[in-house]
């Protein structure tokens, strides 16, 4: 048993003065006292649990708990191959800030505090020392979001839920060639401002390789899905409506080969082999087919 308790005491107060707004901290102010305690039990049969709690005592805000618990089981293990089965879940509690509430002209003294909830469950697994896998399955509940809304130019709240999973693997089938490979799918129920650009299906892969001693070489394939942004000026269509970015994917390249005893690295990278013409954020470019070679000394 391991036992972790404590009490943290903050104060908060802003002084501002510009020709635009001026914030006074005697009416702008708040403080928090935050008891504390977690507690991890770890078995000799493959168990670990973690529980925890924080009182926060929000002299505005009134007194909320919040608290978390994690578990993870061993379900198998020997010398070829490993099992651990995984879960969580966990609240939270996020007071607006005194800028967020008081300034002149995005401050909002109706914010409320935002408050969510996550699950997430999952397995770790191995075999052998060439194959790594890892997945889970989680689930977010934002309740009352601080966000900034663009049609009042003020903070405000929102609400949204998202679940999805993800699956991550590394195999290494020989001592100088690793592959590595993800994929991420998030369901969420609304697009809107404070949750633009996040893809549905997003999938990372890549090889490095070692094959020659002193030298790395390296190749990373991304492919993100559709995205959107909520256009609520018609900035980039008709307003009020989403904005879909299609989907794309980017080849890159790196190397790098070390002399004299590491003191002498030589690199060089190709990223966007493809050319891909392709938005990250609406109304910022991206590079193309770039190139980079250069030398670098440790002494």
Same mark, same amino acid.
């Given at each position: $048993?391991?036992?972790?308790?404590?009490?943290?005491?903050?104060?908060? &107060?802003?002084?501002?003065?510009?020709?635009?707004?001026? *914030?006074?901290? +005697?009416?702008?102010?708040? +403080?928090?006292?935050?008891?504390?305690? /977690?507690?991890?039990?770890? !078995?000799? =049969?493959?168990?670990?649990?973690?529980? @925890? @709690?924080?009182? +926060?005592?929000?002299?505005? =805000?009134?007194?909320?708990?919040?608290? #978390?618990?994690?578990?993870?089981?061993?379900?198998?293990?020997?010398?070829?191959? !490993?099992?651990?089965?995984?879960?969580?879940? &966990?609240?939270?509690?996020?007071?607006?800030?005194?800028?967020? %509430?008081?300034?002149?002209?995005?401050?909002?003294?109706?914010?409320?505090?935002? !408050?969510?909830?996550?699950?997430?469950?999952?397995?770790?697994?191995? =075999?052998? #020392?060439?194959?790594?896998?890892?997945?889970?399955?989680?689930?977010?509940?934002?309740?009352?979001?601080?966000?900034? #809304?663009?049609?009042?130019?003020?903070?405000?709240?929102?609400? &949204?839920?998202?679940?999805?999973?993800?699956?991550?693997?590394?195999?290494?089938?020989?001592?100088?060639?690793?592959?590595?490979?993800?994929?991420?799918?998030?369901?969420? #129920?609304?697009?809107?401002?404070?949750?633009?650009?996040?893809?549905?299906?997003?999938? *990372?892969?890549?090889?490095?390789?070692?094959? %020659?001693?002193?030298?790395?070489?390296?190749?990373?394939?991304?492919?993100?899905?559709?995205?959107?942004? $909520?256009?609520?000026? @018609?900035?980039?269509?008709?307003?009020?409506?989403?904005?879909?970015? /299609? /989907? =794309?994917?980017?080849?890159?390249? &790196?190397?790098?080969?070390?002399?004299?005893?590491?003191?002498?690295?030589?690199?060089?990278?190709?990223?966007?082999?493809?050319?891909?013409?392709?938005?990250?954020?609406?109304?910022?470019?991206?590079?193309?087919?770039?190139?980079?070679?250069?030398?670098?000394?440790?002494?």
């Amino acid at each position: $048993f391991q036992l972790i308790t404590g009490l943290n005491y903050q104060e908060h &107060s802003n002084q501002t003065v510009t020709p635009f707004a001026t *914030i006074d901290k +005697n009416i702008a102010n708040f +403080n928090t006292i935050d008891p504390y305690a /977690s507690v991890v039990y770890i !078995s000799d =049969y493959g168990l670990s649990v973690n529980l @925890g @709690g924080r009182l +926060n005592i929000h002299n505005v =805000y009134g007194n909320h708990l919040v608290y #978390d618990g994690n578990l993870a089981y061993a379900a198998f293990k020997n010398e070829n191959a !490993s099992l651990k089965l995984i879960t969580s879940y &966990s609240t939270a509690f996020i007071a607006p800030s005194l800028y967020q %509430l008081y300034d002149g002209f995005a401050g909002n003294l109706d914010l409320k505090p935002e !408050s969510n909830q996550t699950f997430e469950a999952g397995f770790e697994t191995n =075999y052998q #020392d060439w194959l790594q896998l890892d997945a889970v399955y989680f689930n977010r509940k934002e309740e009352d979001a601080i966000i900034y #809304d663009n049609t009042t130019f003020k903070y405000g709240n929102g609400t &949204s839920d998202a679940n999805g999973f993800e699956v991550n693997t590394k195999i290494t089938p020989t001592d100088y060639l690793v592959f590595n490979a993800s994929y991420t799918y998030v369901d969420r #129920d609304k697009t809107e401002d404070f949750n633009d650009y996040i893809p549905a299906n997003k999938f *990372i892969a890549g090889i490095d390789i070692t094959a %020659l001693e002193n030298a790395f070489f390296n190749i990373t394939y991304r492919n993100v899905g559709e995205r959107s942004i $909520f256009d609520r000026w @018609g900035s980039f269509g008709t307003a009020g409506e989403d904005v879909i970015l /299609s /989907s =794309y994917q980017v080849l890159d390249l &790196s190397a790098n080969y070390k002399l004299l005893d590491e003191t002498v690295t030589f690199f060089g990278a190709v990223t966007n082999i493809l050319d891909e013409d392709y938005d990250d954020i609406l109304g910022f470019s991206t590079r193309g087919r770039n190139f980079k070679v250069g030398v670098r000394l440790r002494f």
